[in-house]
């Protein structure tokens, strides 16, 4: 299980390939890719900055893997968050899980990426024609998370 | 005399215009909601930022807390918004 935060990029590719590397029981890998868009609220977004809490965030994405892996049947999951200056079209974040079966890779992959949303300490601050701004966290991504507390 | 530190992230940040402080507590102030109020009550816009109606998160030595979390002395302690990751 590994949590990366960084300012680099990622390649999608060579990480799944590092992830499932020599364990041929994975039978299924589910993979995330969260994407800078060029328009939120109706307004562009010229480029936007990630702060994060050294530390806490780590303990807190660690935290929710480990859940994760109490729920399903899990070999191996990565996640990898970027902080600092994005712009749209930038990869921000990647989960991916791996497991014998596509059920557990899919669910645990989802799961993942809710409670991220909702309990990683991250900030967005985007950048607008109008002047720069806090995004503000959405209730949507709160019944997200909620949905798993009664989900199989 | 317990003393902790206090760290704000993201908007609260730059409305405080502080990052990080270390702060003697008060004898009275046994909890992260007397530690609220204990900010709250510099007024301006501490009073503003951590208004209750803002839904500030806080967390004790990394870990999301509560109000009723008691503070001890060497406790790391942060204020946040909401998060947005992902």
Do not use: C, Y
């Given at each position: 299980?590994?949590?990366?935060?960084?300012?680099?990029?990622f390649d999608v590719g060579r990480e799944i390939a590092a992830l499932r590397a020599c364990n041929a029981q994975i039978g299924a890998v589910a993979s995330f890719i969260g994407v800078v868009r060029?328009?939120?609220?109706?307004?562009?977004?010229?480029a936007m900055t990630l702060e994060h809490y050294p530390g806490m965030t780590e303990k807190a994405i660690e935290a929710i893997i480990a859940q994760a892996s109490g729920r399903w049947q899990l070999y191996d999951a990565l996640v990898i968050h970027r902080i600092g200056r994005l712009a749209p079209l930038d990869q921000i974040v990647l989960v991916v899980?791996?497991?014998?079966h596509r059920g557990d890779a899919f669910a645990a992959c989802e799961f993942i990426m809710d409670y991220l949303k909702t309990r990683a300490p991250f900030w967005k601050?985007?950048?607008?024609?109008?002047?720069?701004?806090?995004?503000e966290a959405r209730a949507s991504d709160d019944h997200a998370a909620e949905r798993w507390r009664t989900k199989g | 005399m317990a003393t902790i530190k206090i760290l704000y992230f993201a908007?609260?940040?730059e409305a405080t215009g502080t990052a990080s402080e270390l702060l003697a507590l008060p004898a009275s102030v046994k909890n992260i909601a007397g530690l609220r109020t204990l900010l709250r009550n510099r007024g301006g816009?501490?009073?503003e930022a951590l208004a209750e109606n803002r839904r500030v998160r806080a967390a004790v030595n990394q870990d999301m807390a509560g109000d009723a979390q008691?503070?001890?002395?060497?406790?790391?302690?942060?204020?946040?918004?909401?998060?947005?990751?992902?």
């Open positions: 299980m590994t949590v990366r935060i960084q300012h680099e990029d060029d328009l939120n609220d109706g307004d562009r977004v010229e899980v791996a497991s014998a601050k985007e950048q607008t024609p109008d002047g720069a701004r806090w995004v | 908007g609260l940040r816009a501490w009073l008691p503070l001890q002395d060497g406790d790391e302690v942060a204020f946040f918004p909401p998060v947005t990751g992902g």
